[in-house]
């Protein structure tokens, strides 16, 4: 729970009676949630994510709903929860019920246990709507080499996975290098440092991707849209660096390349059913075990420093119930 007053932003684990839960249709156990850096940035009140005091965070989730009054939903049902202000203004998943409203909730598909729903996670629930975004501009493998910056992270890991497995060779920019091993196992054909993207750069550079998933922002993402080829199409979807974007017009007009926002907590419910049914199918279950750790709601608090420090690697499951 976290709480705020003039003085003082806490967070800590907490009992509350199930009475006190929002309100909504659909009740629901939660099994697991996830550590994004959505949720560290809630917990240690770096940046304003929470929008109303007390708030349980946690901006995903997947359990098994227990009372509906909702006829898309019935007790016994697998769901899986992603954004919709769920941990930022209605109370999240870091905690063992949830009461939400059932247009929030995606069936989750019955290829994935809940655990493996919140391997993925939100992280990597929008890494596939990224790919969705390259494929709806069409870029395909045999046009070239795609990037994915922030690699060893939730997005990156997932966008690797799925990438690979689909056919298309994968780069990784990271400033980690001691992880070359683990994204290599998950299906990079080669890594860049990240310091070759993360500081200012050329309004245009030599063509080199052809498309790129950027959970980075600012200097690496205008360095990513300056070295797109012709045509080529770069998914954005996080601001790890910065929320500013110090690029010029020069890669749009003189290359037409798409910068394509991806976002993933008001996403129309079609596309979320999409993304989720394709993570069924196009994400390796091997591949999950890879990239995830699981931890108790007990831990969660002082991780959260460490994801924003960049010192967290792939996907923390949270068992809430541990």
Request: hydrophobic share 40%; with cysteine; charged share 20%.
């Amino acid at each position: 729970m976290v709480t705020k007053t003039e003085e003082d932003y806490s967070a800590e684990v907490t009992e509350v009676e199930e009475s006190e839960l929002p309100e909504g249709e659909v009740s629901v156990d939660i099994d697991y949630s996830t550590l994004n850096f959505k949720d560290s940035m809630a917990i240690t009140g770096s940046s304003p994510i929470v929008r109303e005091f007390p708030m349980v965070p946690g901006i995903d989730f997947a359990g098994t709903v227990s009372s509906s009054t909702n006829d898309e939903f019935a007790v016994g049902d697998k769901v899986v929860l992603n954004g919709w202000g769920v941990g930022e203004r209605h109370w999240g998943g870091y905690a063992q019920k949830a009461r939400v409203k059932a247009d929030w909730l995606v069936a989750l598909p019955e290829a994935l246990t809940t655990r493996e729903a919140m391997t993925i996670g939100t992280a990597g629930y929008t890494a596939m709507l990224c790919v969705l975004n390259l494929e709806k501009n069409g870029v395909t493998p045999d046009q070239g080499e795609v990037l994915v910056t922030g690699a060893a992270g939730g997005v990156g890991s997932v966008a690797i996975s799925v990438l690979a497995k689909l056919g298309y060779t994968v780069i990784a920019s990271t400033g980690r290098p001691e992880e070359a091993d683990y994204l290599t196992e998950l299906g990079v054909a080669g890594t860049i440092d990240r310091s070759e993207l993360s500081e200012p750069g050329r309004p245009l550079g030599k063509e080199r991707w052809a498309g790129a998933v950027d959970s980075v922002g600012s200097h690496t993402l205008a360095n990513v849209c300056a070295s797109l080829k012709y045509g080529g199409t770069v998914a954005a979807c996080g601001l790890a660096q910065g929320f500013d974007l110090p690029a010029t017009v020069m890669p749009f007009i003189l290359r037409s390349v798409t910068l394509a926002g991806t976002d993933s907590v008001n996403c129309p419910k079609p596309r979320r059913i999409e993304a989720w049914n394709r993570l069924a199918t196009d994400l390796d279950a091997d591949k999950l075990s890879l990239m995830a750790s699981e931890v108790s709601l007990d831990e969660v608090i002082p991780l959260a420093s460490e994801q924003l420090a960049g010192k967290v690697r792939g996907r923390v499951v949270i068992d809430v119930s541990a």
